[in-house]
């Protein structure tokens, strides 16, 4: 059985930090793209950011892109999201995605949902003004 588990998430001040992880289990991880998604209330949930099975390869939204860094640790099946200058428009709660398939990833790639085939509960980010 999957499971991913995502952690780290609280409220902060516009202008922090923010570091998420998330852990998976039941799958041999390395074989796989991971990816961030985020939803904030009364909206559909969004691309946050993808990253390769080696870790390579980043893909971002261009909302996050120069704020957020994705990255893993595969010896130790993590994957973060460090999040900095947060924006009150960051506010969400953040899910964590393994890819349906280890086909290639470049640039451009795994930014839709139907790329991924296990998800975690989510870990709400509250960002104050």
């Known amino acids: 059985q999957v499971q991913l588990v995502e952690t780290g998430g609280r409220l902060v001040q516009a202008g922090g930090s923010l570091r998420l992880p998330c852990t998976a289990s039941?799958?041999?991880?390395?074989?796989?793209?991971m990816g961030w998604f985020r939803q904030a209330p009364g909206k559909e949930r969004e691309f946050v950011a993808a990253?390769?099975?080696?870790?390579?390869?980043?893909n971002y939204a261009e909302s996050v892109k120069g704020r957020f860094t994705i990255s893993r640790d595969n010896a130790k099946n993590t994957l973060y999201l460090q999040m900095n200058s947060l924006k009150p428009e960051d506010t969400a709660v953040y899910y964590c995605?393994?890819?349906?398939?280890?086909?290639?990833?470049?640039?451009?790639?795994?930014?839709?949902?139907?790329?991924?085939?296990?998800w975690g509960q989510g870990t709400q980010v509250t960002v104050s003004s």
């Open positions: 990253i390769s099975w080696s870790g390579g390869i980043t």
């Open positions: 995605a393994t890819s349906r398939d280890s086909r290639a990833f470049s640039s451009g790639t795994y930014q839709d949902e139907r790329d991924y085939k296990y």
């Open positions: 039941g799958r041999t991880f390395s074989n796989y793209a």
